[in-house]
T-cell receptor, first 115, second 112 residues
């Protein structure tokens, strides 16, 4: 039973390039969450998506960041024109979200380094 | 004031010790409380999940929530070197956003 999968595990980009981070939720899970972990900081919520819908994007920076979770395929977190401050670990979590079961299970993360 | 405060440590204990990890929170709307364990360079793994006040025990781990003082704790009995990790407390509201609000995490080292 595969867990949450994220790829790539490590991503290096130069300033101004685009970064695309992918997340495949656990089998049967249709709810996906993205969190960011800056060095020496806790995890910070970014966005919550269901299939084809953004439910809560209150933690997303207003510019350069976008997320999607299409009907088919993984969820994508896209960062345009990356800056050094975007260097962080990005974690995806998924949940089943049925009555009584809303545990968020985390993937291994993508570590983004911006040069 | 941060929504969830957690002493980052580091905390170093000998094998077999009882470990106490703590968080405080400011938002009285938080109803669900979790502890995640995160090994270095890995994703967080859920350890304990509690609703409202009270205690919950699972093996060597006990989670405690005191809503009157907005204080949450995780106790680890008979600590093992394999418990060495960063422990993150997390909370969320009931019926509102599904987002988890995390503490900064406490780094624990259990020495053999």
């Amino acid at each position: 039973n595969a867990g949450v999968m994220q790829n790539p595990r490590h991503l290096v980009r130069r300033r101004g390039q685009e970064a695309r981070l992918r997340c495949s939720p656990m089998k049967g899970h249709s709810h996906v969450y993205w969190y960011r972990q800056l060095p020496e900081e806790g995890l910070k919520f970014m966005v919550y998506l269901q299939k084809e819908n953004i439910i809560d994007e209150s933690g997303m920076p207003k510019e350069r960041f976008s997320a999607e979770f299409p009907k088919e395929g993984p969820s994508i977190l896209r960062i345009q024109q990356v800056v050094r401050g975007d260097s962080a670990a990005y974690f995806c979590a998924s949940s089943l979200k049925l009555a009584g079961e809303d545990t968020q299970y985390f993937g291994p993360g993508t570590r983004l380094t911006v040069l | 004031q941060k929504e969830v405060e957690q002493d980052p440590g580091p905390l170093s204990v000998p094998e077999g010790a009882i470990v106490s990890l703590n968080c405080t929170y400011s938002n009285s709307a938080f109803q669900y409380f979790m502890w995640y364990r995160q090994y270095s360079r890995k994703g967080p793994e859920l350890l304990m999940y509690t609703y409202s006040s009270g205690n919950k025990e699972d093996g060597r781990f006990t989670a405690q929530v005191d809503k009157s003082s907005k204080y949450i704790s995780l106790f680890i009995r008979d600590s093992q070197p394999s418990d060495s990790a960063t422990y993150l407390c997390a909370t969320k509201t009931q019926g509102g956003s599904e987002k988890l609000v995390f503490g900064k995490g406490t780094k624990l080292t259990v020495n053999p």
